[in-house]
T-cell receptor, first 114, second 115 residues
Framework: AQSVAQPEDQVNVAEGNPLTVKCTYS??????LFWYVQYPNRGLQFLLK??????LVKGSYGFEAEFNKSQTSFHLKKPSALVSDSALYFC????????????FGRGTSLIVHP | DAGVIQSPRHEVTEMGQEVTLRCKPI?????LFWYRQTMMRGLELLIY????????DSGMPEDRFSAKMPNASFSTLKIQPSEPRDSAVYFC?????????????FGEGSRLTVL
């Protein structure tokens, strides 16, 4: 079985400050991990993924995520938040040896204040 | 590529009416997914296809819901009869085969309002 948890429904950060959106996962084997972003009235857009190798993954729009196997976490980060980063962020996990279908978290609403 | 294309973007209908949502996946993608998004339940997987064949429809809420994929470039999700609790945003997504890492590409969604 695979599951993912996003413990925060909402994250508030001031523009220019660093941001972190948290994600923890559970899989039987080794994971593929993903982050998606959803802007208002839009579909989900792929941001970045962890497959293997370097634990720090860089993605679109200056976002990055850190894979931590011991803590089973894959937190999304950005050094300096922009108001335009305000959106809904989804973490997803897929077990490499299990179902092809990813499991999505419930999403975290990021609000960046000017 | 134009991405995943969904239609209509918005649909308002009355309870009891039939609703048909349409999706054109990205060319070459062999997996197609239908999701439903609501505030209460978040993102729910309804059904997915592989090479036009339905693989898992356990997420389809009731017999009122049905989905088809007659060919690799077209899928429909039908609700008959529709009910107010079906109001949601319905997303179609596609992805490349099992050897790929499997990131999904989503359409812009169809917002359904059942009065």
């Amino acid at each position: 079985a695979q599951s993912v948890a996003q413990p925060e429904d909402q994250v508030n950060v001031a523009e220019g400050n660093p941001l972190t959106v948290k994600c923890t996962y559970s899989v039987s084997g080794n994971p593929y991990l993903f982050w998606y972003v959803q802007y208002p009235n839009r579909g989900l857009q792929f941001l970045l993924k962890y497959i293997t190798g370097d634990n720090l993954v860089k993605g679109s729009y200056g976002f990055e995520a850190e894979f931590n196997k011991s803590q089973t976490s894959f937190h999304l980060k950005k050094p300096s938040a922009l108001v335009s980063d305000s959106a809904l962020y989804f973490c997803a996990v897929r077990d490499r040896r299990g179902s092809y279908i990813p499991t999505f978290g419930r999403g975290t609403s990021l609000i960046v204040h000017p | 590529d134009a991405g995943v294309i969904q239609s209509p973007r918005h649909e308002v209908t009355e309870m009891g009416q039939e609703v048909t949502l349409r999706c054109k996946p990205i060319s070459g993608h062999d997996y197609l997914f239908w999701y439903r998004q609501t505030m209460m339940r978040g993102l729910e997987l309804l059904i997915y296809f592989n090479n036009n064949v339905p693989i898992d429809d356990s997420g389809m809420p009731e017999d009122r819901f049905s989905a088809k994929m007659p060919n690799a470039s077209f899928s429909t999700l039908k609700i008959q009869p529709s009910e107010p609790r079906d109001s949601a945003v319905y997303f179609c997504a596609s992805s490349l085969g099992q050897t790929n890492t499997g990131e999904l590409f989503f359409g812009e969604g169809s917002r359904l309002t059942v009065l």
